[in-house]
């Protein structure tokens, strides 16, 4: 019965590339619950170069992070309505 799901990281694969390192730094444990639950929303920060919004199924995932990787305020807020 869980809609919306808030987490400080992003979950394996989805909004976790870091360019620099050319690496995907999310958390595998964290996508399986999400796949198990399937929330309408998951919202999470933390790695700023993974900003922007990905629909995957009927999951919205959103990396809200306002700051990019400089730590510059740069990125605009997400308003998401569901």
């Known amino acids: 019965d869980t809609d919306v799901i808030i987490t400080h990281g992003p979950p394996a694969r989805i909004g976790d590339f870091i360019p620099s ?3 995907y730094v999310g958390c ?3 996508l399986h619950r999400i796949q198990v639950i399937q929330p309408k ?3 999470f920060g933390h790695i700023h170069e ?3 919004l990905h629909e995957i199924d009927e999951t919205i995932f959103v990396n ?3 700051c ?3 730590y510059d305020p740069t990125n605009k807020p997400v308003i998401i309505k569901i």
Do not use: K, P, Q
Request: hydrophobic share 35%; charged share 20%.
């Open 41 to 43: 929303l998951v919202c």
């Open 28 to 30: 595998s444990d964290l």
């Open 68 to 70: 990019d990787a400089n």
């Open 50 to 52: 993974g900003y922007g």
């Open 64 to 66: 809200a992070s306002i």
């Open 21 to 23: 390192t050319r690496e």
